[in-house]
């Protein structure tokens, strides 16, 4: 199930990074924790009450001198609404309308997707009120005085964004599971799959999916139905030379993206490299479940402690996947290579699972008993009055205190930490979203 998506509309400098800034804020603070790993950002996550959502910055609509709407410009913005829910226009409220403004209002009466007009740097209540309604002639409707800096004015409109968002449906348990099958080249991601698909071809059936080149494989396996996404291109790269430096990074990050539950296959002789932290890091921010798969097992030179060992090191170097299982294969001699859809499958459960409100706070008032939340220098105290999950895959929480600037990484993460210990969701991102008083 796909987040419902917000476009975030209008001209450059009228100060749409600044509302999203605002609206994703809360995340921004635990994804910055992760040095090292290059991040490949496409989306942010925005969360409001207790609604999650995509938002979908379109970036500043660019304008020629003759402030005509460039074709492409509004093609591609034509793509961001087309999956939207509900598209957020921003003007400058201190300029006032501009003919820009008017030439993406047109435009925008003619989509069919419902806009709310925020007339943005109205700091002062009074003439903020003047102000915007100059921006009535825009045919948009209400126009919305904000303060996008500020944040006066924001969660009104907020409110009013989330009121066009659907109702989440709980999705259809009967869907096959995608699985996606990503790792760097040579990791051994084809002779797994043939280790996978080839003892069972009778059940193997390549369908035909939505781009050319994709061939999904379907199968059955603990008592699930699989598809295995994008088999092509794991097949396809052995024949094409990129250089060392190249891989297919944006095939896999599609890959990911179109997945429910990613298997990363690390190369045992190499262990965990540059471009395997990118991955991770890609599936960790996408949100996916995954299970961490260490191929070659049998090339290793073993006693009794190198499992435990080996574990220990690549998991210093995977941390951010530190709630990922982990299972040593071959694909040479298909030692444990069933194993993986089992441990996928757990994965699965858990990135679907729903945990009750009365649970979710019997677990946050263990940790507050055991550590009180950080007090200021100026004595200002955290306050956590209580907790709700608000989605799943992945489980995400919000939290509700009394300031979130009081919480901060240390305490956040060891909020993080009590959640995993006392409700487990092994192989499952989880997502934690701290929200001050209104
Ligand atoms: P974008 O290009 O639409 O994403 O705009 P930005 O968010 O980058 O903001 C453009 C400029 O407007 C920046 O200098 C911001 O500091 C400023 N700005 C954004 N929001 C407000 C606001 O609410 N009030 C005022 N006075 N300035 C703002
Ligand atoms: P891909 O590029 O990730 O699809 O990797 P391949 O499946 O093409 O494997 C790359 C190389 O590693 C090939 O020479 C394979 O024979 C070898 N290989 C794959 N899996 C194993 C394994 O479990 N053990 C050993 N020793 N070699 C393997």
Known sequence: MALPVVAVIGRPNVGKSTLVNRLCRSREAIVHDQPGVTRDRTYQEGFWGDRIFRVVDTGGLVFDDDSEFLPEIREQANLALAEASVAVVIVDGQQ???AADESIAEWLRGQAVPV??????CESPDQGLAMAADFWGLGLGEPHPISAIHGAGT???LDR????LPATTETDEAEPIQLAIIGRPNVGKSSLLNAICGENRAIVSPIRGTTRDTIDTTLEREGLTWKLVDTAGIRRRRSVDYGPEYFGITRSFKAIERSDVCVLVIDALDGVTEQDQRLAGRIEEDGRACAV????WDAIEKDSHTMSAMEKELRAKLYFLDWAPMLFTSALTGQRVESI???AAVAVEQHRRRVSTSVVNEVLQEALRWRSPPTTRGGRQGRLYYGTQVATRPPSFTLFVNDPKLFGDTYRRYVERQIREALGFEGSPVRLFWRGKQ
């Open 155 to 157: 969660g009104e409109l």
């Open 161 to 164: 964004v989330i009121s066009f």
């Open 96 to 98: 006032g309308v501009t």
């Open 116 to 121: 709310l007009l925020g007339v943005n740097k």
């Open 341 to 343: 859809f089992a441990i």
């Open 293 to 296: 798969v260490v191929n070659k």
